[in-house]
């Protein structure tokens, strides 16, 4: 038994090891020299074992270098084409690398080949599952449907069953089948029921009735899901559907019983919708107590809520018309200010900008010699950053939602997200966002924003009315 334990314990000390070298600059740094040393006088490179293009393609894409991977990734499919043991993750690898560069039409054809061959391996059943999130985007909503419906009925028990019914929902909605998305909606309640599928899929019909403008029936649907008052694990709260059904309430002109619904969402200090429900309640001149709210972000939180970096912050932000505030509500989310920060995405610096991103706008920051260890530099790092968030706040019209959502989400989804929110405000944009990680991250980022503005001008200087 002891042995047992031990021979555990060292394949998990190993797989850990593993997995930290797939994405350490030290490992890139490695790979990046036996790969100059792998190639002949030509440049061609050297075909090596099987393993180690693998192990090679893996480091290069968890720093998202993706035409470095492929090459690796097509030495396995010129010399082991036939080895099942690295096959299917080698062909997984190949389409998320163009479904990462949004090259959704490679993408999902090399997905097709994934599937046609290697269907009854997880990287088979993932790779399904990604065609439909590719056709997504290639606005193919209809087909994206029936990808997502096939998953269903290949693998009902598969790792994505939840999100592939969920999926299908989004996907009829998006493509005009309002009605068979409601279908779905009842189809996964009755398939998961007493989870938290089940409240995603009653939360798509209230987002739906909002979409289309059906007010009551938004109201009787936030009802349905307030009554159930299961959220944890969902991808939505109850603030979230409390503020949604005043807002349904106030768009009938019933103004006293949506004064009193935000007012049950306002009391909520720390919550995103509690910031927009207060903001609401000013807007319909009701007695809310603003000072109160003020005073929670009084002097105590001004030491969570530094301004670091202000001269870079002024000169590279303020400069291309961002409020420097919203890049430091992004930096204290992002790498709590570390410029030495990595993530295991290969993000890099205090904005944790990837070098895939960076590439496209090291130019206009200034920056034409620029290598991936550069985003490590402060002064690097905010530039090409404060270029990024520039190009998104025009993208999305100044909504700093959107901006946020795309910037840890993707800009193909958020846009998504923005053409499902009517009418396009802060708080209907966000009950849209579709990934758990990325609706968190927006509220986070917004709240952080909301004490930024309260605590320092747009000069970031401390406002005298802070107490």
Excluded: C
């Amino acid at each position: 038994m002891k042995k047992i334990i031990l021979f555990i314990t060292i394949v998990s000390i190993f797989a850990i090891n593993l997995f930290a070298q797939t994405y350490n600059d030290t490992a890139l740094a490695r790979v990046v020299s036996q790969d100059k040393m792998s190639r002949d006088v030509s440049g061609k490179l050297s075909t090596l074992n099987a393993g180690e293009h693998a192990f090679r393609a893996d480091v290069y894409l968890s720093n998202r270098q993706f035409p470095q991977a492929r090459e690796h990734w097509q030495k396995i499919l010129d010399n082991y084409g036939k080895d099942s043991a690295v096959m299917p993750k080698t062909l997984f690898g190949i389409a998320r690398s163009y479904m990462w560069e949004r090259q959704y039409v490679k993408a999902v054809y090399h997905f097709d080949e994934l599937i046609f061959a290697y269907a009854d391996t997880k990287e088979g059943r993932e790779g399904l599952a990604f065609k439909g999130a590719s056709l997504v985007r290639l606005g193919k909503n209809a087909e994206a449907a029936k990808t997502y419906e096939q998953y269903v009925t290949m693998f009902p028990n598969g790792e994505k069953i939840e999100t592939s019914y969920l999926n299908i929902i989004d996907a009829l909605r998006e493509a005009g089948n309002y009605g068979e998305a409601n279908v779905w909606v009842d189809k996964t309640r009755l398939r998961f029921a007493g989870l938290p599928a089940a409240i995603n899929a009653l939360h798509a019909r209230l987002r739906l009735e909002i979409f289309h403008e059906n007010w009551q029936k938004a109201i009787e649907a936030a009802d349905v899901l307030r009554s159930l008052g299961k959220f944890s694990g969902s991808m939505t709260s109850l603030d979230e559907v409390t503020y949604l059904k005043a807002f349904a309430l106030e768009k009938l002109g019933r103004k006293s019983e949506a004064i009193n619904t935000y007012n049950a969402v306002a009391k909520n200090l720390n919550s995103y919708y509690g910031g927009i429900a207060m903001d609401k309640l000013e807007k319909l001149n009701s007695s809310s107590n603003k000072v109160e709210r003020m005073v929670s972000v009084g002097q105590n939180l001004a030491r969570e809520y530094p301004v670091q970096y202000r001269a870079e912050l002024l000169r590279h932000s303020k400069s291309r018309g961002i409020d420097p505030r919203f890049v430091l509500a992004i930096m204290k989310q992002e790498s709590g200010f570390r410029a030495n920060a990595k993530s295991p995405a290969a993000a890099r610096g205090l904005l944790q900008l990837v070098f895939d991103t960076a590439l496209k706008y090291n130019k206009q920051a200034g920056f034409t010699k620029f290598n991936a260890e550069d985003l490590y530099q402060p002064n690097v790092n905010i530039a090409i950053g404060s270029v990024y968030i520039a190009e998104l706040k025009t993208q999305f019209g100044g909504l700093y939602e959107a901006i946020a959502a795309s910037y840890n989400g993707g800009e193909d989804n958020a846009v998504r997200w923005l053409a499902r929110s009517k009418p396009k405000e802060a708080a209907i944009f966000a009950s849209e966002v579709g990934f758990a990680e990325t609706k968190n991250y927006v509220f986070k980022v917004m709240n952080n924003y909301r004490v930024y503005r309260q605590l320092y001008t747009e000069d970031l200087i401390a406002n005298n009315n802070v107490k």
